[in-house]
């Protein structure tokens, strides 16, 4: 049996999702103290797609509390 894979609305893969991309952001934070100063501009701008990731799953897991099932699984 093929394995299944879950659908864009499952709120638990939103929310493993977002709090890997707050570690990673966290980490690059850290890795640019010790960084080449050449490698540093990439490491922020990749910080800046991080946040803008970070506040998209954010509102994705708020609206898919809104629109859940409220309790009637």
């Known amino acids: ?3 299944t894979k879950r659908g864009p609305n499952d709120r638990a893969n939103s929310e493993e999702r ?3 991309t707050i570690r990673h ?7 640019m103290e010790y960084a080449p100063k ?4 990439a490491i922020k ?3 800046e797609h991080r946040a803008e990731s970070i506040e ?10 809104k629109t859940g099932l409220k309790g009637y699984l």
């Open 56 to 65: 998209e799953l954010e509102k994705e897991i708020k609206s898919a509390e």
């Open 38 to 41: 050449e490698d540093v501009a």
């Open 1 to 3: 049996m093929p394995k």
């Open 18 to 20: 977002l709090k890997k």
């Open 25 to 31: 952001m966290e980490a690059a934070e850290i890795a």
């Open 45 to 47: 701008k990749k910080n």
